[in-house]
């Protein structure tokens, strides 16, 4: 039983503000990171802002990427932001456990 149905139009749009309202929290999250790395100069801080900017920057490649460069196909502009989202998560990763394996040699 489907409870909401929407036009394919009003899904898009839907779609559309959602996934720039994403971009655009994932992207403060990052700066925040980059600011705290600025001020505490510290490693870790600067693999975490690295890694948030790689994984909140993708659906903006995946929205104006075939706009910018049409001759590229929809799997391409998938594929790129996957990678890049899977850079971001391990950058995060490591940002994290650096201090602990700092601690450990």
């Known amino acids: 039983m489907i409870f909401l149905q929407l036009s394919p139009s009003l899904q898009?749009?839907?779609?559309?503000v959602l996934t720039i309202t994403s971009t655009i929290l994932?992207?403060?999250?990052?700066?925040?990171?980059l600011r705290g790395y600025w001020q505490s100069?510290?490693?870790?801080?600067?693999?975490?802002?690295?890694?948030?900017?790689?994984?909140?920057?993708t659906p903006i490649l995946l929205v104006a990427g075939p706009y910018l460069i049409p001759l590229v196909g929809?799997?391409?502009?998938?594929?790129?932001?996957?990678?890049?989202r899977i850079t971001g998560l391990l950058c995060i990763l490591y940002g994290l456990r650096m201090p602990y394996l700092e601690r450990t040699s």
């Open 12 to 16: 898009s749009q839907i779609a559309f």
């Open 26 to 33: 994932g992207l403060a999250v990052g700066y925040l990171a």
């Open 41 to 57: 100069r510290k490693r870790p801080m600067l693999f975490i802002a690295v890694g948030f900017f790689l994984v909140f920057w």
């Open 74 to 84: 929809p799997f391409v502009y998938g594929m790129l932001g996957e990678i890049s």
